[in-house]
């Protein structure tokens, strides 16, 4: 079984479990709880995200733009990446904290994790190489 929530309805509350189909066929109406189960606005909210995922090739966009970002930004300070799609981070020669409050300085907005020398990224799905490329070049002006 997999959860997903949060992004699924693009701020609207929802939340989906996933289930392979013997997992499915032993579940009976009522077993679950659910706070917004099965709700209208829930999942017309989540239909109209999935709709947008699709015809926007966001899927294909991330991929494209996830390889460019693990490729691009092994410079200044970090010496690798870590993680798939958009849940990314950067694995640093400095603590992650110093190297975050530096970007911010410059606009650029990144998080850190609980291991102390990972820069943690969570970009929106219509993140570009363009916005990769100023990641980039700020990472390789910064120092090691």
């Known amino acids: 079984m997999i959860t997903a929530a949060k992004a699924l309805g693009n701020g609207f509350p929802c939340a989906a479990l996933l289930t392979c189909a013997k997992v499915s066929a032993s579940l009976e109406l009522g077993l679950l709880g659910t706070t917004y189960g ?6 017309a909210a989540i239909e109209a995200v999935i709709e947008a995922i699709e015809s926007q090739g966001l899927l294909e966009n991330v991929r494209r733009v996830s390889d460019y970002i693990r490729s691009a930004c092994i410079v200044g300070p970090v010496t690798a990446s870590q993680g798939e799609g958009f ?3 950067l694995r640093t020669r400095r603590p992650a904290k110093q190297i975050q409050a530096e970007l911010l300085e410059g606009g650029i907005l990144a998080g850190t ?6 820069l943690r990224l969570l970009p929106p799905f219509i993140l570009t190489e363009e916005h990769v490329d100023m990641l980039r070049d700020a990472l390789a002006g910064l120092p090691t």
Request: glycine share 20%.
């Open 38 to 43: 099965g709700g209208p606005m829930a999942c």
């Open 87 to 89: 849940l990314l981070g």
């Open 113 to 118: 994790a609980s291991d102390s020398h990972i």
